[in-house]
């Protein structure tokens, strides 16, 4: 079924959002409070030179790792509830799946369509929108494919922007189902997830569930690897941890994929930031800022690692800079985001989001200190002698045990050997970011695609 639009869906698409919380003209507007925060940091640099960068480079940086170190001890439990689920009937409300995809190979959509074809729903009450581009190379073979009577495609216009959240805006605006998620071309949902959400949406005062993401390559490499595991610490324990130790309106970025929420509440919000390259990020922060509750639930969404360098840096550097656009354009007007997220959201909001780009982005001044501290000395305080070993050991430790941690707990140890050199592949992140500040400054709104690959996983869980 070939799915239309109405011109005030893609209204509601590219300009739902309003111009308040859009990331539309990012560098314009009120930046007083960063403008204030980067000439206190100039300026303390001044006064207390070199001593003063070294303490408070090495302060941040710890405090980031044992930040994240501290989240994961708070989400190891997980969710006590991931066995729970409404039951099965025909009474069910109805739940739109958004599948949004950009030149997917043809191999790539017909695994796609079994595994979304396989979630244990009514049928009846699905509507599954294959969000395929006017313009894609692969949208007529797309049509001819044998899709289930619950399946359409819905087409946008090729203009700008070409963006993810785009066109799941244009799917979300041209349903009429109570509740809505997102699941990317090589999503693998575990069979109940819809079921098991829901049970979390009993709760009221629940606006988003985000499910677990699970990397598990059937023939991982040693990049694939490193990420599955960064991953499993992220969605099994880091991101549970925020939720828990927050509270109702809990600031979380939320996944890309797998992220539940009430279709009429989401519209009358604006639905995803057109522009955001991580409008998933963008989203979480509006939430909590809305006053809305996060939670996040232990059922599992199979996807596949990304196998290749030449892919993950585009990818990650896309992460990096969406992760800078969402932090300035929340931050362009202050004493609203501090009135609505309070000041202790507000400390998990610069933790979470200016900390996942700005540490990365010191490692190597960190480096440099370490270097001139270990091989040549200091002539000043003592304590600058060993203060950056200190830092280098206890964030290497902190980075291990997070991972071996969630390693052991959720996946029975598998990768347990490669936490101990997590932090070597936390270098490559530096990398991408560096280069995320030069696409946030040339290209901000383009949006580097992942290529997607077919592929086994490893297993179930």
Not at 216 to 222: E, G
Not at 344 to 369: A, D, S, V
Not at 390 to 409: E, K, W
Not at 424 to 444: D, G, P, S, W
Request: with cysteine; hydrophobic share 45%.
């Amino acid at each position: 079924v070939m799915s239309q639009y109405k011109a005030e869906h893609y209204e509601f698409a590219t300009n739902g959002l309003d111009a308040k919380h859009s990331s539309k003209d990012l560098f314009k507007g009120d930046h007083t409070f960063n403008t204030v925060l980067i000439l206190a940091s100039l300026l303390l640099a001044f006064i207390f030179g070199y001593t003063g960068i070294v303490l408070a480079l090495n302060i941040f940086s710890f405090s980031f790792f044992l930040y994240r170190f501290i989240l994961t001890l708070i989400g190891l439990t997980g969710d006590k509830d991931d066995e729970k689920k409404v039951e099965y009937s025909k009474d069910l409300p109805k739940y739109a799946i958004l599948l949004p995809m950009r030149n997917e190979p043809i191999d790539v959509v017909q695994t796609l369509i079994k595994n979304i074809d396989n979630i244990n729903y009514p049928k009846d009450k699905l509507d599954v929108v294959m969000l395929v581009d006017i313009d894609d190379e692969h949208l007529t073979d797309i049509k001819a494919l044998d899709k289930p009577d619950h399946f359409r495609i819905l087409s946008s216009e090729a203009t700008f922007p070409f963006t993810k959240p785009k066109v799941c805006n244009l799917g979300l605006a041209t349903t009429d189902a109570e509740f809505v998620t997102i699941y990317d071309a090589e999503d693998e949902p575990e069979a109940d997830q819809l079921l098991k959400v829901l049970y979390k949406f009993q709760d009221e005062n629940v606006a988003c569930v985000q499910c677990r993401l699970h990397y598990n390559n059937a023939n991982p490499n040693w990049l694939s690897r490193f990420f599955t595991l960064e991953y499993l610490t992220w969605f099994s324990t880091t991101i549970v941890g925020l939720a828990k130790s927050q509270g109702r309106g809990a600031v979380v970025p939320l996944g890309g994929t797998s992220q539940h929420l009430r279709a009429a509440q989401l519209m009358e919000i604006g639905g995803w930031d057109a522009l955001n390259v991580t409008e998933d990020c963008d989203l979480g922060i509006r939430l909590s800022r809305l006053g809305y509750t996060t939670v996040v639930s232990n059922s599992y969404t199979n996807e596949i690692a990304v196998k290749r360098l030449k892919f993950f840096i585009p990818q990650r550097t896309r992460w990096q800079m969406g992760f800078m656009v969402t932090y300035i354009n929340h931050c362009k007007n202050f004493p609203a985001l501090i009135r609505e997220l309070g000041v202790y959201r507000f400390f998990h909001f610069l933790m979470t989001i200016l900390g996942n780009f700005l540490n990365p982005l010191i490692t190597p001044l960190l480096f440099f200190i370490w270097v001139r501290s270990t091989f040549f000395g200091y002539g000043g305080e003592t304590f600058l002698n060993w203060l950056p070993m200190v830092t280098l050991i206890g964030n290497y430790l902190l980075i291990v045990l997070s991972h071996l941690l969630a390693s052991i707990l959720f996946q029975k140890g598998k990768y347990w050997y490669m936490s101990l050199l997590q932090p070597f592949y936390y270098l490559i992140q530096v990398v991408t970011v560096y280069r995320a500040v030069y696409k946030l400054f040339t290209a901000t709104y383009t949006w580097e695609k992942t290529p997607h690959e077919v592929d086994k996983v490893a297993s179930k869980k």
